[in-house]
């Protein structure tokens, strides 16, 4: 068996911002443009009229001050209300696969590794752009990659379950090296009509570098164990796929696009999270005031606080439990990940710190890391 590590990751930040300010601003003219042209409805009481979007309930909610995107003016036109891609050739490399390259041409520059070094590719993410060839292998052929690649969808863990994958893999011998990227492209799914989420997500993409500790330099994160778990729940859905275009569905059906049940899912998975951290460092003789940082899921800041008090037994500060979501929102299974990238590099040797993420599914995994 072989010991595992990350030994780079890489990330590509998309070029738009668009603040709470502006998004809210967009969502109160497209209310008022709705009032406007059901106002008869709304006087007669029967129909409910679109309530306004406030900043500051944004902040003091989910802890959200901005997010990026690949498109700003569709999201941004009130008549609209989602982003304005341009269909492209099959010929030309898919928008998915286009930042999932950045993102891994980062990691790799980031370590010396050579595609030629690498056995395989997975592209985890909560939405895929397509049913097939998958991203994965087309990514692969981008970057020259020999072996494998496939896509996988855990929704907001597909990173971590990913790590898993790629781990066992190592370990087994299976592979020297596999590139984990995460495309998440959030902005085509989420319901930017919808008063209660249109703040909650961002676009961005991470790559992931796990190979063999023996082949890695000093410095790296060897991974102590991965621990993966999943609960069936309602409370997080979007039901498009396949069989929409035969259930005749309007791609704009508020079903087939991101919905939730905001406050449930807060309470039902904040407790899961705590235990399933508490749990794998116990299996692994650690507590949680072994960890040096958690690099946790980026939802929602009260959630991570509140999991910091689960596990600590008070608050975590910001260096233990690093905040990225106030400038990315969330993102998916890439935001552990990027909290990750963002703050390791002042970790010392033998510090231990975990990954882990959380959402719909509902799954959980975790990664508990060494450094080297
Ligand atoms: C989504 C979330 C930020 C909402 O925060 P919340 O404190 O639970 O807010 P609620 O949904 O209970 O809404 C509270 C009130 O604010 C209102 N409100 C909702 N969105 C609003 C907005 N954009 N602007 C102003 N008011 C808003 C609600 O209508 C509600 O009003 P009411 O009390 O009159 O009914 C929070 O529940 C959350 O982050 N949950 C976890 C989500 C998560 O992790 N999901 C995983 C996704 S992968």
Redesign the pocket.
Same mark, same amino acid.
């Given at each position: 068996m072989h010991r595992v590590c990350i030994s780079s990751t890489g990330l590509y930040t998309p070029p738009h911002v668009i603040s709470n300010a502006e998004l809210?601003d967009t969502?109160n003219r497209y209310a008022e443009l709705e009032n406007t042209a059901n106002a008869a409805e709304i006087a007669a009481g029967t129909r409910t009229a679109v309530?306004?979007?406030?900043v500051e309930?944004?902040e003091k +909610?989910?802890g959200i001050q901005q997010r990026y995107v690949l498109e700003k003016a569709g999201v941004l036109d009130p008549t609209r209300m989602r982003p304005n891609f341009t269909p492209r050739p099959d010929t030309d490399i898919s928008q998915m696969a286009e930042i999932a390259v950045l993102a891994a041409r980062d990691a790799l520059q980031r370590t010396g590794k050579k595609p030629a070094d690498i056995d395989g590719v997975i592209c985890a993410a909560?939405n895929m752009q397509r049913a097939y060839p998958a991203m994965a292998i087309e990514i692969q052929h981008a970057l020259g990659i020999a072996g494998f690649g496939f896509d996988m969808n855990v929704?907001?863990s597909s990173a971590t379950f990913a790590i898993d994958m790629a781990t066992n893999a190592i370990k087994s011998g299976a592979a020297r090296a596999v590139l984990i990227v995460n495309p998440e492209i959030t902005s085509p799914h989420l319901a930017w009509k919808d008063?209660?989420?249109?703040?909650?997500f961002g676009d961005v993409c991470t790559a992931i570098l796990l190979e063999r500790l023996t082949e890695a330099p000093a410095g790296v994160f060897e991974i102590l164990g991965t621990r993966l778990v999943t609960s069936f729940s309602n409370a997080?859905r979007n039901n498009a796929g396949f069989m929409s275009r035969s259930e005749d569905r309007n791609p704009e059906d508020r079903d087939q696009l991101?919905y939730?049940e905001?406050?449930k899912?807060?309470k039902e998975?904040c407790p899961m999270a705590a235990a399933h951290i508490g749990g794998h460092l116990a299996a692994l003789d650690l507590t949680p005031t072994d960890v040096r940082r958690f690099w946790l899921h980026q939802?929602?800041l009260a959630?991570n606080q509140l999991i910091g008090r689960k596990l600590l037994g008070h608050d975590a500060t910001a260096d233990i439990a690093p905040v990225i979501l106030n400038e990315f929102a969330?993102t +998916?299974s890439a935001g552990s990940i990027i909290a990750f990238h963002r703050h390791h590099a002042d970790f010392l040797k033998d510090e231990i710190g975990v990954i882990c993420s959380f959402?719909?599914g509902y799954s959980i995994g975790s990664a508990v890391l060494r450094r080297t």
């Open positions: 809210v969502f309530p306004s979007s406030s309930f944004i +909610a989910s909560a929704a907001c008063r209660d989420c249109h703040f909650i997080i991101f939730q905001g406050r899912v807060f998975v939802a929602n959630m969330n +998916a959402g719909a």
